[in-house]
């Protein structure tokens, strides 16, 4: 009896130690003081009850450090992972079970797109995207508190760069990308037809929501034999697309008068339509006051 006693016990505690490594592995510090390489001021962040981090800073650069440095506290894993999705790495987690979105991935080549887009942003923009990335390193190089993810996974934490922050704004347009088979056959009839005939068979679309092209298109004789003989691979592509979209998501953007806001300042504004259920979600929730601006 004793020894069912101690053996309970010790199962007892290795539970009990287990919970406790997991919860303390994936803690981060949120009360006192950090120091920053990257950031040249001092900085605030106040989180919520739903742990949403709002963030004060004197420039916007300091802003977006600090924005990288809590993403990173609370998204490694999943930044990583989305990473490895957009650069066409995912075999080397899953093995075998990756390969197929590793080989779409590196077709449509969304990691050499970000690093051409890399070689085409000015000086001010490019600082804005590396404030954020020096931010996420001055996490991962404290090396404390990497979530435990990584260590369950067998996954190496990585420098993030600029590239991987564009890499993942093309795979977000791609996921975006609705209407892409319209796309296709709008492409297929100009290389048939032309751009002057193809704006008078089909004008500019202005209902966002007829994602058919079709629809919109006035056949005649020539239009007719142009779509009966497409000699773009179109539908090998729509092949190759086949279930890829199961919903339309999309995003609207917008902006408000100053004449209409309380400060008599303009409202960028959005409402997204992707799905804020899925975990972990889509939207990382955060909050940027700095200089004169307010971006939440």
């Known amino acids: ?65 600090v ?33 197929t979105s590793d080989k779409k991935f590196r077709t449509l080549g969304l990691l050499q797109l970000a690093k051409k887009h890399a070689q085409l942003l000015d000086a001010d923009e490019y600082a804005q995207y590396e404030a954020f990335t020096n931010g996420v390193n001055d996490f991962i190089d404290r090396n404390k508190n990497i979530p435990i993810e990584f260590k369950m996974a067998g996954l190496p934490t990585e420098k993030w760069e600029v590239v991987h922050s564009l890499a993942i704004a093309y795979l977000m347009a791609w996921d975006s990308a609705a209407n892409i088979k319209s796309e296709l056959i709008s492409q ?3 290389d048939k037809v032309g751009v002057e005939k193809y704006n008078q068979i089909s004008p500019l679309q202005l209902d966002v929501a007829a994602l058919n092209i079709m629809d919109s298109i006035v056949v005649d004789d020539e239009t007719s034999n142009a779509l009966s003989g497409l000699s773009f691979n179109h539908n090998e592509l729509n092949t190759w697309l086949a279930g890829e979209y199961s919903n339309e998501w ?25 799905n804020p259920t899925s975990l972990p979600g889509v939207f990382y929730s955060c909050g940027l006051f700095f200089e004169d601006m307010r971006v939440v």
């Not at 120091?35 to 650069?61: F, G, H």
């Not at 506290?73 to 080397?92: C, H, I, N, V, Y």
């Not at 400060?263 to 339509?273: C, F, N, R, Y």
């Open 188 to 190: 297929a009839i100009i």
């Open 250 to 274: 999309g995003s609207n953007g917008w902006a408000v008068n100053g004449n209409k806001s309380n400060t008599g300042k303009p409202i960028v504004a959005s409402d997204p339509h992707l």
């Open 67 to 99: 924005q990288g440095f809590v993403t990173a506290q609370d998204r490694l894993f999943q930044m990583t992972l989305t990473k490895l999705m957009a650069s066409g790495r995912l075999s080397e987690l899953l093995g075998k079970q990756g390969l």
């Open 1 to 65: 009896m004793q020894k069912i006693i101690w053996a309970i016990t010790v199962i007892i505690i290795a539970i009990i130690g287990g919970l406790l490594y997991f919860i303390n592995s994936n803690g981060y510090q949120k009360d006192g003081q950090v120091k920053l390489s990257s950031v040249e001021s001092d900085c605030r962040v106040l989180r919520d009850e739903n742990n949403m981090p709002y963030i004060y800073a004197e420039s916007m650069l300091d802003a977006l450090k």
